[in-house]
Every structure is written in structure tokens, then in C-alpha cells.
């Protein structure tokens, strides 16, 4: 077998404790931590091809190339009212390791009080205390040398990070030019260089650890860290190609249990029986549309679509948070080498490429590293903070008072958390502006951290010809960017970042590589500029999107503290759609750590059974 799938007639033919529908970041989790218990039998099917070898996934400088290709799933929002009616596009990973072979690699972990809050809304055991273990686990941090962190700033304390975990991280030994100016500069604006951004706080300015192996400089996720060095364990089996429709339930003694999953693999449909669990493991679009079709859900959202209810579960695809992006272009140094302007000249791609397959350095070793994360504070006076937190009285409704109130006391309360994140990197990363040939361009970027933007993923009503939903039918992504209360404190948090961001690349050194700003354009007359209307225009996704199956207790929520899916035995929810609350980070470490407690809770309650 090596470290291929196997084909449809052995996995038919497998008898499975435990299954895994989807063979992303948490799934592969999941499935290889339950694989070494050789008393289980674990089955994975995922919808896209498992590839190892591309070097758009592998190879770190040519992230992106991966977007809007065989390996994404290429949905979309609806027509967003609050971004004047656009339509963003939503990359999620259609490939073995999902989204973790098509993101940009940054590796780092949140404040400890926004895990602290998934604790505080009942879930007990995922505060900061309750995952830090599961953080190391899932980690093997290789250490920059003492040269590499008074150059780079590639600071790390080894009581926060894993030393035998299957992702491998590391800092990345070159860095673009602008990077050498980035710590300096933001201490000239008042920020603090953070050495420690993983033992609790992540504010301040800092290097950006990577998911990368060093010795080769490959991408590591979850297909090639976890997948690829247990693919030959005989009960663990895997199935690429393979879309699941539905899951099968049947009602026991008045509860309504999972039994196994319908199909398709190569045009042909198929059903398999599992005695044991079923982990839906389908990520933040996925694994909510998968309960839904499965009859899992609201009953309006269910009735229109033509599917039967099965279980009442209004909060399935609610709940949906988004980091919310914004990108300023800047004309830079054009003596400055980018990863774009490889793309307009194919010799300058092809010397990289040879010198990247010989000596694995260069541009294609290079990643976006220069970050900072800082509270609203920093840049706003704390009475007009204090003033928002205020109006945003929480409701009485039980069901979401709590997060309601931890959401207003980030404002209020005088709480040092990374509410907006800034990264600087080389090359034109917004798709409104149009980069010339002969230019050389490094865009700021701009990330909400907690936006209170609050929307929806389901499936649509039935088509035109009366016939059911189905999986084929791309789900309804609504994320109401900028609309409500919530979502006028999100837009004026946004453009007040903007702000900031303009003091930072005027600032020196930075801004002596800086000719001037693009996009968007300089505003007319000497007055403050007034960002609204571009932030609007400008707004996309961070490709971040969690909450959609949240974690509580009760009504309200979609899972349980063990992320048992509430009203059906046998079935879990294991992935980013489970976070109740959005937190300040990219999701990939912290995915990886819910898939390592989610397979040991998975475990010790086998171990427990009857």
C-alpha cells in the first residue's frame, strides 16, 4: 500500500470501529491518534485526491498557487449588502490534509483568555490549561539558533512548544527585505517586541513560526506530518475520491443513532455500516451542510430543502465568525525581489525554482513572517472603547448572554488582547488593484480579530425541479459582513485600523524601502483620511471562518463538551466549525490541538464504554 489510499472494494469490505468523514487538518488527527489503538479500526473518506508531491502545496514560496484549482472547493459568499454587494470567494481545501496543504503556513496560538472564554460559555477542559497539552502534542518545534533570533527576532520559549509532535515548525532561515526593518519600525510606533507569543498573550510584534520542515523546506501538514508516516497500519484505511452524501441514522429506543454514511466514489454510490462512532471532521462549510443534508438542523432551513428532520437543531450553521481582511498596496524599492514578480518573468521563476530544487533556498523558501497583533487600545482612546463596550448590552436570552457579554467586556475591561492584526509582506495581495510589470509593490494587511459579524452557512431550498438538496448543491455562505449593530462596530474598528496601519509604513526604516502608497489612492485635501468606503470595497476573507457546529451545553449549541453532536448518539463534530467563539490567531495550530483532544476524548470514552 506505501502510502497510497486503498481502493473502493477493501474499504467495502473493512469492518470499521470508527469512521472519518473528511481527511483534512483535524481529520487526519483524529484518525491516526485512534489508529494506535490496534483494538479499533478507523476509515477516512475524503472527497479530493490525495497528492504529496505537487510543489504548489509542498514547496513554501508558491502558497496561493493552490487557490481556485482541482484542490479547492471554490464556494463563495452571497452578495454581501455590507461590502456594497460583493461576492467573496472562499478557498477551503478539497485535497488529502485540506485546508492545511492550501494555507500560508503561519503557526502561531492565541490569547489565553479567548480559549479561557470557550471555557467560561461551559465547556469544560477547553480553556488554555485544557489544550496547552494538546498544542505540544501536536507539534515538533525546531529551534532557531542564537545568531538566527538576534537577527531575525525568532524568539521562543521551549516550556510552550512540542518536541516530538508530528507537525514540524520552524522559523524560515531568509526573509524578504522588508522584514529586517519590520521589528524597529514598530517600536518607533509604540509597540513592543513580544519574544514569547505562545506562552499566552500573542500582542506585541513578532517572527511568524512556520508549519515548515527545515531540512527540506517542505510544507508540513497534516497529510505528510500525520497521514503519510502511519498510512501503512492495517486499521487504518483511507479512502480519496470519495464524497459523502449523507450519513445514515436510525432510531433506537426514540433516539436517533449514526450507522454509517452513503457515498460516491468514480460515479457509483455507495453505503457503509459502522458499528462504533462517526466523526464528522468536514470543516466549517462542510460539516454543518453534511448534518443538514443528513436531517440534522433547523426544520425550516431542512423542510425547504426537502430533506426529512430527523433532529430539531436550530444552531446547526449558525453562529458563523470570519476574520475579516483588508490589504493597502504600496510601490516599493524595485530593486526588491517578490514572489510576483517571479510571475511576469519566467527566468527570474525559473533560476528560483532551480536554486530552490538544489539548494533549497531563496524566494521559494520565503513565507509572510512579519506580524504584530495589538489591542484597539493602542491606537483608540479607552473612553471611546469603554463607550461601545457599553452599548452592547447583552440580551436576555440565555442562549447567548454570556458570549454576549464576554464580546462587550473586550471593549470594556482593560484586557491586553490582540484585537487586529497587521502583516507586512512583499507583493500585491489585493485583487482590486492591478500591479504594472515594471513596478515592485508589498501590501499591509489588516485582520479583525473578533468580529461581531455574526452569519449563517446552510444548504439551499430545493432546485427549480422540486428535486431534494444535495451535496452537489454549494451551500448558502452568509457571514452579514458589516450588517447589524455588531457589524457597525466591526466597520469602524476596520477603518480606524487602516489608521494605523498608514502610521506604521511611514514610519522608518520601513518606509525607506516605501515610494509611496497605491492603493488606495491618497485622499484629496489635508483633513484625515476617512477609510469607510474602501473598507467596504476592500473587505475579504481571511479564510478563517469557525462557530458553525459550536461547542456548548444545551440549546444554542451544536455539540457537547466531548463534541458528542447534541440529539444523536454515536456521531461527533471535530474541526474549526466547533469554536463557540472566534479567537486571535490563524486557525491551524489550534485546529490541530482540537483534533488531538477530540481523538483522546474519542478514546477514553471507548475505553469507558459498557
Given at each position: 500500500m506505501g502510502s497510497l489510499p486503498r481502493d473502493i472494494d477493501f474499504f467495502l469490505s473493512t469492518n470499521f470501529t470508527?469512521?472519518?468523514?473528511?481527511?483534512?487538518?483535524?481529520?487526519?488527527?483524529?484518525?491516526?491518534?485512534?489508529?494506535?489503538?490496534?483494538?479499533?479500526?478507523?476509515?477516512?473518506?475524503e472527497a479530493g485526491p490525495a497528492n504529496f508531491d505537487d510543489p504548489?502545496?509542498?514547496?513554501?514560496?508558491?502558497?496561493?498557487?493552490?487557490?481556485?484549482?482541482?484542490?479547492?472547493?471554490?464556494?463563495?459568499?452571497?452578495?454581501?449588502p455590507g461590502l456594497n454587494g460583493r461576492a467573496i470567494p472562499w478557498a477551503r481545501g478539497k485535497v488529502l490534509g485540506g485546508s492545511s496543504a492550501?494555507?500560508?503556513?503561519?503557526?502561531?496560538?492565541?490569547?489565553?483568555?479567548?480559549?479561557?472564554a470557550w471555557e467560561e460559555l461551559g465547556n469544560q477542559g477547553w480553556g488554555w490549561d485544557g489544550l496547552l497539552p494538546f498544542f505540544k502534542k501536536s507539534e515538533t518545534l525546531h529551534k532557531s539558533t542564537e545568531e538566527h533570533q538576534l537577527i531575525h527576532q525568532s524568539h521562543f520559549d521551549s516550556n510552550f512548544h512540542g518536541a516530538a509532535g508530528p507537525v514540524q515548525t520552524s522559523y524560515s532561515t531568509q526573509y524578504g527585505a522588508s522584514h529586517q526593518h519590520w521589528h524597529e519600525t514598530l517600536q518607533k510606533v509604540g509597540v513592543n517586541i513580544n519574544r514569547s507569543h505562545f506562552s499566552?498573550?500573542?500582542?506585541?510584534a513578532w517572527t511568524s513560526l512556520t508549519s515548515v520542515e527545515p531540512e527540506r523546506s517542505e510544507r508540513s501538514y497534516s497529510a505528510t506530518a500525520y497521514y503519510r508516516p502511519c498510512a501503512k497500519r492495517p486499521n487504518l484505511v483511507l479512502l480519496a475520491g470519495a464524497t459523502v452524501q449523507e450519513l445514515l441514522?436510525?432510531?433506537?429506543?426514540?433516539e436517533w443513532t449514526a450507522i454509517g454514511a452513503r457515498f460516491t466514489y468514480e460515479g457509483e454510490e455507495y453505503s457503509i455500516r459502522v458499528p462504533g462512532e462517526i466523526i464528522i471532521c468536514a470543516g466549517s462549510v462542510q460539516s454543518p451542510q453534511l448534518l443538514e443534508l443528513s436531517g440534522i438542523g433547523d426544520p425550516k432551513v431542512l423542510q425547504a430543502a426537502g430533506i426529512d428532520v430527523k433532529v430539531d437543531s436550530p444552531a446547526v450553521g449558525e453562529n458563523l465568525q470570519d476574520h475579516l481582511m483588508t490589504c493597502m498596496i504600496y510601490e516599493i524599492d524595485p530593486s526588491i525581489p517578490t514572489l510576483e514578480s517571479l510571475r511576469s518573468d519566467p527566468e527570474a521563476a525559473k533560476a528560483a525554482d532551480l536554486e530552490y530544487q538544489t539548494s533549497r533556498t531563496g524566494i521559494r523558501t520565503t513565507l509572510p513572517s512579519s506580524v504584530a497583533y495589538l489591542p484597539f487600545s493602542h491606537y483608540l482612546e479607552p473612553d471611546y472603547l469603554s463607550k461601545l463596550g457599553t452599548s452592547m448590552t447583552p440580551s436576555d436570552n440565555a442562549k447567548t448572554k454570556t458570549r454576549e457579554e464576554i464580546q462587550a467586556r473586550r471593549f470594556t475591561h482593560d484586557q491586553n488582547l490582540g484585537q487586529i492584526e497587521y502583516n507586512f509582506d512583499l507583493s500585491n495581495y489585493n485583487v482590486n488593484f492591478k500591479s504594472k510589470a515594471d513596478k515592485r509593490y508589498a501590501s499591509m494587511l489588516q485582520m479583525l480579530q473578533y468580529p461581531l459579524s455574526n452569519g449563517s452557512i446552510h444548504i439551499p431550498p430545493t432546485r427549480a425541479n422540486g428535486q431534494r438538496t444535495t451535496v452537489e448543491d454549494k451551500p448558502i455562505i452568509d457571514p452579514k459582513y458589516y450588517l447589524g449593530e455588531g457589524g457597525r462596530i466591526d466597520l469602524e474598528m476596520m477603518a480606524s485600523a487602516q489608521k494605523f496601519a498608514a502610521k506604521i509604513v511611514s514610519s522608518k526604516p520601513l518606509a525607506d524601502i516605501i515610494v509611496g502608497r497605491v492603493w488606495p489612492p491618497a485622499q484629496d485635501g489635508n483633513g484625515e483620511e476617512d477609510f469607510t468606503e474602501w473598507v467596504k470595497d476592500n473587505t475579504t476573507t481571511d479564510w478563517h471562518p469557525v462557530?458553525?457546529?459550536?461547542?456548548?451545553?444545551?440549546?444554542g449549541y451544536v455539540v457537547d463538551e466531548r463534541l458528542r453532536v447534541h440529539g444523536v448518539k454515536g456521531l461527533r463534530v471535530c474541526d474549526a466549525s466547533i469554536m463557540p467563539l472566534q479567537i486571535s490567531a490563524h486557525l491551524q495550530a489550534t485546529v490541530y490541538a482540537i483534533g488531538e483532544k477530540g481523538a483522546s476524548l474519542i478514546l477514553e470514552d471507548w475505553e469507558a464504554r459498557a
Open positions: 470508527h469512521l472519518i468523514v473528511g481527511g483534512g487538518t483535524a481529520g487526519l488527527v483524529v484518525a491516526t491518534r485512534l489508529a494506535e489503538n490496534e483494538d479499533l479500526v478507523v476509515g477516512v473518506l504548489r502545496i509542498s514547496v513554501p514560496g508558491r502558497f496561493g498557487e493552490t487557490l481556485n484549482t482541482e484542490y479547492d472547493w471554490q464556494f463563495a459568499t452571497v452578495s454581501q492550501l494555507n500560508i503556513m503561519t503557526w502561531n496560538r492565541a490569547c489565553r483568555e479567548d480559549y479561557d499566552g498573550s500573542n500582542v506585541g441514522l436510525g432510531s433506537r429506543e426514540g462557530g458553525t457546529c459550536a461547542m456548548g451545553p444545551g440549546d
